[in-house]
C-alpha cells in the first residue's frame, strides 16, 4: 500500500503539482541534497503551493497521510502529549537514511536513580525494553562451546522434557566450567516501536514476576551439533514479589527494607543473611549442603516470600527440596508404602536428627475425595470477623488445648461448614536445626515412629489459622486414644495407641463409677484390654479344666 | 477298637498348612501390635525378627492365608462336605445342651462323651458353631481386611468407604483376639478324648480311633436312626 501511495505521490508531483521540485531548489537549495523523501515532491507534502513565491504561512506537512500508523501509536505514547512533533526526533530532510533519533540526545543525563541494580539493567537492555510498548520480547542464552567440545541434549535438559528448569540450568553452568573457553552470550532483546512511549516505565513485576515482559527463555548451544532448549525466564529475571507484597513478608512485617539486603549490585550471597542469621548459619555451615557448596540460603528460603517456613505444610516443604532431590520417591522404595509416608511426613522429619518434630493437627475439609486445609476466610464466615479460633476451642482458656475439647469443635464445625470436616494430620520439624547432614540414614526401623515412644508424641500442636498468619497451640497429651478425637481423626498412623501397664494399673484403681468413664477415654485402646483380659481368662480356665480331668482320671 | 476315617487327605493337609499359617500370622500379628516385644523378651531378642521383615513376613503369610481360606471354601462346598458336617440340624439343639453339659460336668463324673464322630458327621454341634463361626465369620473379616491393610494406598478408597483404616484396624484386631480365643480352645480341645492324641493322629492318618463301647453305641444309635426313618 505505501508503496501505491508514493507511486501516486510520484506521478502527481510531476503530472499534477504545479510546481516541480526543481524549481523549490532555486531558493531551498540543501534540501536538494536530501537522502529520506528522495523520492516525494516537496509539494506532496507541503500542500497548498501552487505557484512561485509561495504565501509565507503554509500549513504544516502532515505526516500522518503516509506514516498512519505509526503516527497513530506516536499519538498513544508520551512524547506526543509533551507536544513533540516528529522532526524533533527525525531529520526529514536529512541526508542520513532512516535512523530516528537517539533517546540519549535528549536524555542525556538519565540517572535512573530508583532503578535496583542499575547498571545490569541498561547493560542488558535497550530503552525500549521498559520504557516501550513491546510487540515481541525474549531472552536467547547462546552457549559456544569450544572447538571440538560437546554437551549433549542430556546435559541441559536432564529429565528430557525440552524445559530447561532453574536446578537443570544450574547443573548445566557448573558442567560448562569443565570446558576453557566457553562462551555464554545473554542477549535480552525486546522489540517495540519507538513511537509509542509509555508516560511511566514498564512495573519491575512485568519482568520479575507477571512476566509479561521476556516472558521466554531459549538457549541455544552451539558445538559440534546445535540445538535449543525452552528455559524457564527465571533463570535470567529472578522472581521476585511485588513492593506491593512485600510488607507482607516475614521480612518485610520485621522491618527490613530492601537497601538492608541489596547493598550492592552482586549477586546475593550468604554474608548478607549471616548478618542477622547468625547462630543459624554457624550450624548450616557445617552441614553437607554447604559443605559441598550446593546451596545458598536463599535456594532454599525466598527472601521474598510472603508465608514463614512454618506455615508450610509437609507437601510444600517437599517440594522445596525436589527441586533438587528429583528422584526422592525412587531413593525411598525401601520405605513400605512410599508414597503414603510422603503425605505425611516432609524430608526433615528424618533428614535432619537435630531438629524438633511434632505432630501437628490441622483442620481439613475432605470433598469429593479432595483434602484441603480450612482456611481463615471459611473460619470467618462461619464465625463472624476477627475471629480467634483458639479461645473458641479452648473454653478453659488455658494455654494448652486437650484432645476433647478438639473433638468437640470438630464435631460442631461439622454442623456448621459440613460433614466432610476431619482434623488431619502430619509430622514435621517445628523447630529447624540447620544441619542436614543426616542423610542415607535409611530408618528401617518402623518402631522409631510407629511406637508410642516416638519422639514427635511428646510434642503436639494443633495449627490454626489466624487473619494473616498461622498459630501453633500445644495439645495435651495423647489425643489419639481421646474418644471424641478418635472419631474425628483420619490420619492413617497404625500403632498409635498401643495399651501401657499405665493404663492397665490406672485402670485398677479406679472406683466402679469412675472405671467405666476411664475405660471409654481409652477408646480403641479398650479392645486389647478386654482381649489381653479374655485371653488370660481363657487359659486359666482351661488350665483349671485340665487339672481336675487329671484329677478325676486318677 | 475300630477306625472311623474323618479326614480327607486334601483335608488333612489343608490342615496343617493352615495351622502353619495362622501360628505364623499370629506371632508377628503380636509383634505388630506390640512393637516393644522385642524389647521386653530381651533374652529372645535374636529370635524376633526386624519389625519390617515382621510386616512383610505378615503380609506374605496373609496372602497365604486368603488362598488357603479361598481353597477351603471351595472344596468343602464342592465336595459336598460343607452339606454333610457344618448344616446345622434340628437334633443338634438338643445335643447341644447335652453336649456341653458333658464338657463342664460329665467329663469329670466318668461320663461318656455324647456325640460319637462318623464320616457323615464329625462335628457335634459346638464344633459345628466354632468351626462355622471362626471359617465363616472370623476368618473371611480378617482375610478382607487383611488385604485392604497390605496395600494401604491402593485400596484407599474403599477402605475410606468402610469407614477408615482405624475402624477397619480395630474390626481386623477384635477378629484376631477372637481367633486367638478359639485358638487356645482348639488346641486344648483336641486332647479331650479318650485319649490326649487321638483327635492330633486322625489328622495326621484320617483315621480316628474309637474304643469298642463307642462302637456298640454308635451301632445303637444307628439302630435307632434306622428305626425312625422307617415310622
Request: hydrophobic share 40%; aromatic share 10%; proline share 4%.
Amino acid at each position: 500500500m505505501p508503496i501505491l501511495i508514493i507511486i501516486f505521490l510520484m506521478l502527481s508531483s510531476s503530472v499534477g503539482a504545479a510546481v516541480p521540485s526543481d524549481d523549490c531548489f532555486n531558493c531551498h537549495e540543501d534540501f536538494k541534497k536530501r537522502t529520506t523523501h528522495q523520492n516525494i515532491s516537496c509539494t506532496a507534502c507541503h500542500v497548498g503551493i501552487n505557484q512561485i513565491p509561495h504565501s509565507e504561512k503554509l500549513a504544516s506537512p502532515a505526516c500522518n497521510a503516509c506514516h498512519h500508523k505509526t503516527v497513530e501509536r506516536y499519538s498513544a505514547g508520551i512524547h506526543k502529549s509533551k507536544g513533540l512533533d516528529c522532526n524533533q526526533c527525525h531529520e526529514i530532510h536529512g541526508e542520513k537514511k532512516g535512523k530516528g533519533a537517539d533517546c540519549v540526545l535528549c536524555h542525556l543525563d538519565v540517572s535512573h536513580k530508583a532503578l535496583p541494580s542499575k547498571g545490569k539493567h541498561l547493560a542488558a537492555l535497550n530503552c525500549v525494553a521498559c520504557h516501550g510498548k513491546l510487540d515481541k520480547s525474549g531472552i536467547t542464552a547462546t552457549v559456544t562451546l569450544p572447538k571440538g567440545a560437546t554437551l549433549e541434549r542430556k546435559a541441559v535438559d536432564r529429565d528430557g522434557n525440552g524445559f530447561t528448569n532453574p536446578a537443570e540450568w544450574h547443573a548445566f553452568e557448573a558442567q560448562l566450567e569443565k570446558f576453557k573457553g566457553y562462551k555464554l552470550e545473554k542477549q535480552y532483546w525486546a522489540y517495540g516501536d519507538h513511537h509509542e512511549v509509555m508516560p511511566k516505565a514498564a512495573d519491575c513485576g512485568e519482568c520479575h514476576e507477571k512476566r509479561t515482559r521476556f516472558g521466554g527463555a531459549v538457549g541455544r548451544i552451539t558445538n559440534k551439533t546445535s540445538y535449543s532448549v525452552k528455559i524457564t525466564p527465571s533463570v535470567f529475571i529472578p522472581e521476585f514479589p511485588s513492593i506491593r507484597e512485600f510488607p507482607k513478608t516475614v521480612h518485610g512485617q520485621k522491618g527490613v527494607r530492601c537497601n538492608d539486603c541489596h547493598t550492592s549490585m552482586d549477586k546475593m550471597t550468604d554474608k548478607v543473611c549471616v548478618r542477622c542469621h547468625e547462630q543459624v548459619y554457624h550450624t548450616y555451615e557445617k552441614s553437607i549442603h554447604a559443605k559441598k557448596g550446593a546451596t545458598s540460603c536463599i535456594d532454599c528460603h525466598n527472601p521474598h516470600l510472603i508465608k514463614t517456613y512454618k506455615e508450610f505444610n509437609a507437601k510444600e516443604r517437599i517440594a522445596l527440596c525436589s527441586r533438587c532431590h528429583k528422584d526422592f520417591i525412587s531413593r525411598h522404595e525401601w520405605l513400605p508404602n512410599t508414597t503414603l509416608h510422603f503425605d505425611y511426613l516432609e524430608c526433615t522429619t528424618c533428614h535432619s536428627p537435630g531438629s524438633e518434630k511434632s505432630m501437628v493437627f490441622f483442620f481439613a475439609d475432605k470433598k469429593d475425595n479432595k483434602k484441603t486445609a480450612l482456611q481463615y476466610e471459611t473460619i470467618e464466615r462461619v464465625f463472624g470477623k476477627d475471629v480467634h479460633l483458639k479461645s473458641i476451642i479452648n473454653t478453659d482458656m488455658e494455654h494448652i488445648v486437650t484432645g476433647e475439647e478438639i473433638g468437640r469443635f470438630v464435631v460442631d464445625l461439622r454442623k456448621k461448614i459440613g460433614k466432610g470436616i476431619y482434623v488431619d494430620a502430619e509430622i514435621i520439624v517445628t523447630k529447624v536445626h540447620h544441619d542436614f547432614s543426616g542423610m542415607r540414614l535409611k530408618e528401617r526401623n518402623c518402631v522409631t515412629c510407629h511406637s508410642p515412644e516416638a519422639q514427635f508424641y511428646s510434642s503436639i500442636y494443633l495449627i490454626l489459622p489466624e487473619k494473616d498468619r498461622y498459630i501453633y497451640v500445644p495439645v495435651k497429651g495423647t489425643p489419639l486414644s481421646s474418644y471424641p478425637l478418635g472419631l474425628a481423626l483420619d490420619i492413617y498412623l497404625l500403632g498409635e495407641e498401643k495399651i501401657t501397664k499405665d493404663d492397665f494399673y490406672a485402670l485398677i484403681g479406679k472406683a466402679p463409677k469412675d472405671l467405666v468413664a476411664s475405660a471409654k477415654s481409652l477408646g480403641f485402646k479398650l479392645i486389647d484390654l478386654l482381649g489381653m483380659i479374655l485371653v488370660i481368662l481363657m487359659i486359666l480356665l482351661l488350665l483349671v479344666h485340665a487339672m481336675l480331668r487329671i484329677v478325676v482320671k486318677q | 477298637m475300630k477306625k472311623v476315617f474323618l479326614h480327607t487327605p486334601t483335608i488333612r493337609i489343608w490342615h496343617w498348612i493352615n495351622a502353619m499359617l495362622v501360628i505364623v500370622l499370629m506371632i508377628t500379628g503380636i509383634q505388630l501390635r506390640v512393637p516393644g516385644v522385642k524389647e521386653i523378651s530381651s533374652g529372645l531378642a535374636f529370635l524376633i525378627p526386624e519389625y519390617s521383615v515382621t510386616v512383610l513376613i505378615h503380609i506374605y503369610f496373609g496372602y497365604g492365608m486368603s488362598l488357603s481360606f479361598l481353597f477351603w471354601l471351595l472344596y468343602i462346598i464342592v465336595s459336598g462336605s460343607f452339606r454333610t458336617h457344618y448344616i446345622w440340624r434340628t437334633a443338634d439343639l438338643p445335643a447341644m445342651g447335652k453336649q456341653g453339659y458333658y464338657y463342664l460336668v460329665g467329663i469329670f463324673k466318668g461320663s461318656e462323651n455324647p456325640f460319637i464322630p462318623t464320616s457323615d458327621g464329625k462335628f457335634n454341634p459346638l464344633q459345628k458353631i466354632a468351626y462355622g463361626f471362626v471359617m465363616l465369620v472370623i476368618t473371611p473379616v480378617m482375610v478382607i481386611t487383611g488385604i485392604l491393610f497390605s496395600n494401604i494406598f491402593f485400596f484407599r478408597s474403599i477402605i475410606d468407604r468402610l469407614g477408615g483404616i482405624r475402624l477397619l484396624d480395630a474390626v481386623h484386631v477384635v477378629t484376631s483376639y477372637l481367633f486367638l480365643l478359639y485358638l487356645i480352645l482348639h488346641l486344648y480341645m483336641c486332647t479331650m478324648s479318650h485319649h490326649v492324641f487321638v483327635h492330633i493322629k486322625a489328622m495326621i492318618t484320617g483315621f480316628e480311633e474309637i474304643p469298642d463301647e463307642f462302637n456298640a453305641k454308635q451301632q445303637a444309635a444307628e439302630r435307632e436312626d434306622k428305626c425312625e426313618s422307617q415310622q
